[in-house]
């Protein structure tokens, strides 16, 4: 699922997060979520610190970087303590100011 398109410059690093409370079951909790970024390229918008928050439901992470008028995609992959696998889409632009 595409959960946005956002804009940022290159040298930016702006907080994100991914609310997974509407999502799962009854009692599930997030266990694991990484991600992948495209393209790759010179310098391509680089997502760390993630961490999934307190209670188990919601997953914040940071992006940062990227070349000038490029678009990337960072794919988030979620797994949950019921087994369930989920992916979705965020998009960002890079803008120089």
Do not use: C, H
């Amino acid at each position: 699922m595409n959960l946005g398109k956002y804009f940022k410059s290159p040298d930016e690093r702006k907080r994100y997060s991914i609310d997974y409370t509407d999502w799962l079951d009854t009692g599930e909790q997030l266990s694991n979520v990484t991600f992948e970024v495209t393209p790759i390229d010179a310098s391509p918008i680089v997502i760390n610190g993630i961490a999934i928050e307190t209670g188990n439901k919601s997953v914040v992470f940071y992006a940062s970087a990227g070349l000038d008028g490029k678009s990337y995609k960072a794919i988030a992959t979620m797994t949950t303590s019921g087994g369930q696998i989920k992916e979705d889409t965020v998009q960002y632009t890079v803008k120089a100011p």
